[in-house]
């Protein structure tokens, strides 16, 4: 290394604090190489994702392809001025950060930076240790923004996140896992049970990402005929097979700049595999019956209800795919590991169906003692199917656990209601209960604070105070 670049190295390991860069991309540019690869070193050691450039135009171009939260700007480049490097990039990605990395006598520059939107600064020599500490704020500075907007997102929708329904501890940690997935372009599997909701999970992805505006292009998998799907992601040009009276663009031209969703990702046949590994590898496919490439820029989602190491080793999925896909992964509960959301995601969908139908209906105590009960093995989608049945077979204005399904109907109460469904006898809780311990449990975690848990809860302040005045006079 030169003088004029890193100073020192230092010793010291990552702290765990650190590791939770994770999942943020890094662009290096600047004209040394030892300078490069000294920075990427010290980026991959924190948990960084790291790209590095040699030139403006070598990074207008990574720009292009690439997600980049944090870029290291050398102000002094070849054939280029370091502030119009930075207006051209600032102007790509107006979200990046950029740090500019000038020398001890172009200080006057760096501020220059400063004013036309670089987030800091540093002066060369630099030592590794500064390096560190100025990613690590940069990390907690991008933690703290994805935080926020993550609760921006809970508060409007005052239930979970995205559309999401759900505050059980369990969902609390998938929507913390989604906001670090909407703030990169890498690969997410997304994993669960049927019907949990792994298609809405990658909406929720994409909407809260810097791609919103975006196409979000969803491919069941599973439905497609086996020699339809290569046609359907690749494309076809005009005359490649019987029926072929014109080109057609596949699905992942089509998200260009988006999203594509996977969903039964791990029903594509094996053959096709390899070609989907291709296109994600090289970023290019080729339409059936041609001989020219396409370039894709398109962000990969992925789900499925397989368990897919298992499939690797049976030989039924490709193990170089899996590791390519599981670059992130999440799992999405089962509705019977998250019980206290079931009267939440009923109240949801009673309120959709009475909307939807202009008849308002209401569950009797004994019908909802019974869905809590049950085990859900559908999960949300049974949920929702078991309402919109009952309302349309319903005529009175009260659910009565005979107008339920068979299967729900005749679920045992007393041996159900607990969070793993082992029949551990636990109390069945009414709805009038749960709405007390509800309101109660959220003002104690808001240390009293009434008008902020009032909000969480989506209720007004007024219907709070006079729940809290019948509380008290109940005791």
């Known amino acids: 290394m030169t003088s004029a670049g890193i100073a020192a190295v230092s010793s010291n390991p990552a702290s765990p604090q ?8 890094l662009l290096i540019v600047d004209d040394e190489r030892a300078i490069r690869d000294a920075c990427r070193e010290v980026a991959l050691s924190l948990g960084f994702m790291a790209h590095v450039a040699d030139s403006a135009e070598h990074a207008y171009r990574l720009l292009q392809t690439q997600n980049i939260d944090v870029i290291l700007l050398d102000l002094r480049l070849p054939g280029a001025s370091g502030l119009e490097a930075l207006r051209q990039i600032k102007s790509q990605r107006p979200d990046a950060l950029v740090i500019v990395v000038t020398g001890c006598g172009t200080v006057q520059s760096a501020v220059q930076a400063m004013k036309n939107g670089a987030y800091e600064y540093m002066t060369k020599p630099f030592s590794i240790d500064e390096l560190k500490l100025l990613l690590e704020r940069v990390s907690n500075h991008l933690k703290l923004k994805t ?5 921006r997102e809970k508060l409007k929708s005052k239930q979970g996140f995205g559309g999401i329904i759900g505050r059980a501890p369990e969902m609390e940690k998938l929507y913390r896992i989604i906001a670090k997935a909407a703030s990169s372009s890498h690969p ?3 994993l669960g049970e049927s019907g949990t909701g792994k298609e809405m999970v990658a909406r929720s992805i994409h909407y809260s990402g810097t791609f919103h505006d975006k196409p979000f292009i969803p491919v069941d998998c599973g439905s497609l005929v086996p020699t339809l799907i290569e046609s359907e ?6 005359g490649a097979f019987t029926g072929a009276n014109q080109a057609k ?15 039964e990702v791990g029903e594509l046949p094996i053959d096709l595999q390899a070609k ?7 970023k290019e496919i080729r339409p059936v019956g041609s001989t020219r490439r396409v370039p894709i820029n398109v962000r990969i989602l992925a789900a499925t209800n397989r368990e897919l190491e298992q499939a690797v080793t049976e030989g039924t999925f490709r193990r170089d795919l899996y590791f390519r896909l599981n670059v992130l992964s999440l799992r999405i509960p089962p509705l019977r590991e998250r019980r206290e959301d079931i009267p939440l995601l009923i109240a949801h969908f009673v309120e959709r169906c009475s909307r939807a139908s202009g008849r308002e209906k209401t569950l009797s105590d004994d019908a909802l003692k019974v869905m809590l009960a049950y085990d859900w093995p559908g999960n949300v989608r049974e949920l929702e199917n078991c309402l919109e049945r009952t309302f349309a077979f319903t005529s009175g204005p009260l ?3 005979s107008d339920l399904p068979p299967a729900i109907a005749s679920t ?6 607990n969070g793993n469904g082992n029949g551990n006898g636990r109390k069945i809780l009414t709805m009038a209960e749960l709405e007390r311990q509800t309101i109660l449990n959220a003002i104690a975690e808001l240390n009293g604070d009434k008008l902020q848990a009032a909000r969480l809860l989506g209720i007004g302040k007024t219907t709070l105070y006079r729940k809290l005045k019948d509380y008290a006079a109940q005791i």
């Not at 663009?249 to 969903?263: C, Q, S, Y």
């Not at 989907?276 to 090289?282: D, F, V």
């Open 18 to 25: 650190m590791m939770a860069a994770n999942f943020l991309n």
């Open 147 to 151: 935080e926020n907007r993550m609760l």
């Open 188 to 190: 997410v599997l997304i």
């Open 233 to 238: 992601l690749f494309g076809y040009v005009k």
């Open 249 to 263: 663009d596949g699905l992942l031209a089509i998200a260009e700049g988006g999203t594509i969703f996977l969903d």
């Open 276 to 282: 989907l590994l291709r296109a994600i590898q090289e």
């Open 399 to 401: 659910i009565q656990v």
């Open 412 to 417: 045992h109460v007393g041996n159900a209601g």
